[in-house]
């Protein structure tokens, strides 16, 4: 399958600071990304969807300006979290996939990053 | 109503066994299903796509039913690597945004 690389894996930052996650697609181009977030034992929720070259859209409970998506390549998303603070502590996940061609169904995601606001 | 409902379980089954899971969608609209897999801290992997007629792969079997928005995923002979979180995912609405609606997860566990 389609090889997608999320950077950093694991992070721990202090509260109040800034934190961006990198998503890749490294083998294809991906018009669309989505950010997914994952709290233990529950599931993964869509926080926004990202088309290249557009604004993101957010899901309903999701702050735009807490959680900062770029998405300005068909290679890269990031997604920033702004002034952390503990409950943004999480399982932070992106996934990709390529509208056009004949996989244009399936999403790949990346690796996930842990994130943990002390 | 939450969009995708499944059972978190656990399940804890032998090795050898054959377990099911079922999972219920709530937009009759959708058009695409799948199973993933998901260990511990990893991300999701997709395990299989779910089709109108059913597929196999292997030990593993999907099925959808429309009619009572439902599919779901059989395993056979159960291996003591199958165990970890199912995720039944669903592409809501008819349109093809790929947005995966996950559901909850269903965790297995099989024993010696």
């Known amino acids: 399958g389609a090889v997608v690389s999320q950077h950093p894996s694991w992070v721990i930052c202090k509260s109040g600071t800034s934190v961006k996650i990198e998503c890749r697609s490294l083998?294809?181009?991906?018009?669309?990304m989505f950010w997914y977030r994952q709290f233990p034992k529950q599931s993964l929720m869509l926080m926004a969807t990202?088309?290249?070259?557009?604004?993101?859209?957010?899901e309903q409970g999701v702050e735009k300006d807490k959680f900062l998506i770029n998405h300005a390549s068909l290679t890269l998303s990031t997604l920033t979290v702004t002034s952390a603070h503990p409950e943004d502590s999480s399982f932070y996940i992106c996934?990709?996939?390529?509208?056009?061609?004949?996989?244009?169904?399936?999403?790949?995601f990346g690796q996930g990053t842990r994130l943990t606001v002390v | 109503r939450k969009e995708v409902e499944q059972d978190p379980g656990p399940f804890n089954v032998p090795e050898g066994a054959t377990v099911a899971f079922n999972c219920t969608y709530s937009?009759?609209?959708?058009?695409?299903f799948f199973w993933y897999r998901q260990d511990c801290r990893k991300e999701p992997k997709l395990l299989m796509s779910?089709?109108?007629s059913g597929n196999e792969d292997g030990r593993f079997t999907a099925q959808l039913n429309r009619a009572s928005q439902y599919i779901s995923l059989l395993i056979r002979d159960s291996k003591l690597s199958d165990s970890a979180t199912y995720l039944c995912?669903?592409?809501?609405?008819?349109?093809?945004?790929?947005?995966?609606?996950f559901g909850q997860g269903t965790t297995l566990q099989v024993k010696p």
């Open positions: 996934s990709a996939r390529d509208a056009r061609g004949i996989r244009n169904t399936e999403a790949f």
């Open positions: 083998d294809f181009q991906a018009t669309t």
């Open positions: 990202s088309n290249e070259g557009s604004k993101a859209t957010y």
């Open positions: 937009n009759s609209a959708s058009q695409s």
């Open positions: 779910v089709y109108s």
């Open positions: 995912v669903v592409i809501p609405g008819s349109s093809n945004t790929g947005k995966l609606i």
